[in-house]
């Protein structure tokens, strides 16, 4: 069964609603892809520009998923950095540190060109704060900052001691931050809907509407194929871009990434006045803890504040009781103001956060797992796989040699183990 759009601001702050055939009938392309989130729609992009035929078959809508109900902050911030670090080294060696650190920033470059190129209206805008929420919390933004400086990227970076924060923010919680000029923050929904657009352009099909019911994985005389209801697409290679909300293969998928219900809430417009007063230079924020608090202004001027993560998998059912007191703890002069939406979104979280690429069979692919940092890492694992599917297999391989921790048993049980171990790191944290 399909399912509408969520209620979020980004829903009612759509430019052009997609409209996209639902699958009848038999179709034959090159490559299908389950999933029209960043990762399903950017894959196809890449590989539409490369002269592919690409079908994209999405259960609900383009961007129905996490890709419609995100914080909307694209930053640098890799999840999993570290364990890429030691076990990319088997594969690239010295290399290794290079690569992860050009990881971090090539999604920013995809995703400027793309909206330079397609010119797709986005309310992109620059500039981002990582905060300081303890003061102990200062040692890793100095560290940071001191391997962004020796890399060159002094020009947008700037260290902030905890006296220069109320010329950025009015609020007293913050020990200092990291001032980041090149992360950006933007309408994540209308980015995806004017990717779609542009990969349309070039020659792809969308189906909406159409959940995948199977995968069929072919065999040396038969191509796979991808079956719907009501349809069926035969391709030469097929990707799985379901992330935390497809139950396809379960087999093989099961206890690779749990859904973690992340809620979200926007305001009710502010004035130019309140804005300027809380946040003069229109930043995005997050701060450094675990399970952290992010926000910004939106296009219209609203406070879009998201936080809280439910690691057993369940959305909160009173996502605005939940965040106001952070809200108005951050910004005292926002008590009382009026909550217009509020919505939550499925991340997919990864044991060891590297995100996961594979294969299910020798035509078969996945992609998914960003671990709540996938607005970036999502085009650029799609520039991966536009690559791995046109036969182009160096970095996809570099990322696929990756082990992962595969938890047994149960979805449910999988998301128990999760709340377990976050529980445990949180203690960790409030003891640092
Ligand atoms: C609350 C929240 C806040 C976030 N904030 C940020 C942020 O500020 N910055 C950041 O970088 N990242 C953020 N993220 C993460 C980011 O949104 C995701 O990593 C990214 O959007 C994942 O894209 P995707 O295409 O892989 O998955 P999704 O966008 O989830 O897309 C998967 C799609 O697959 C479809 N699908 C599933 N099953 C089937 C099936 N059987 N047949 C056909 N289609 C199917 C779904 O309908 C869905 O549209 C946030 C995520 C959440 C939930």
Redesign the pocket.
Known sequence: MSEPRCQAYYTATINNESNYPTLHGDVEVDVAI???????INTSLELAEKGFKVAV????KV?????G???????GSLSGDEAMRKQMRKTLGTDVDQFIWNLRWRGHDIITSRIEKYGIECDLKYGHLHTAYKPSHMRELEASYAEGVQQGMSEHLRLLQAKDMPDFLETSIYHGAIYNRKNMHLH?LNLCLGEAQASVSLGTQIFEN???THISHGDTQNSPSVHTALGKVRAKRVLL????????ERPKMRGKIFPCA???VATAPLTDAEVHAINPKDLAVYDCRLVLD?YRITGDNRLLF?GGAHYSGKPSRDIAGELRPALEKTFPRLKGIGIDFQW?????IVVNRIPQLGQLSDNVFYA?G?S???????HIISEIMGKALSGHMEEYDTFAACSHVRIPGSEWLGNQFLALGMWYYLLLERLR
């Open positions: 389950i999933g029209g989130g960043f990762t399903g078959i999405e259960a609900n961007a129905w998923g996490a890709t109900r995100n914080g909307g902050q694209v930053t994540s159409s959940p995948v871009a379901g992330n935390a909300y497809h139950r396809l992340g809620g979200l992010y998201g939550s979104g499925m991340m997919g998914q960003y709540g940092h996938g607005i970036a890492t999502s």
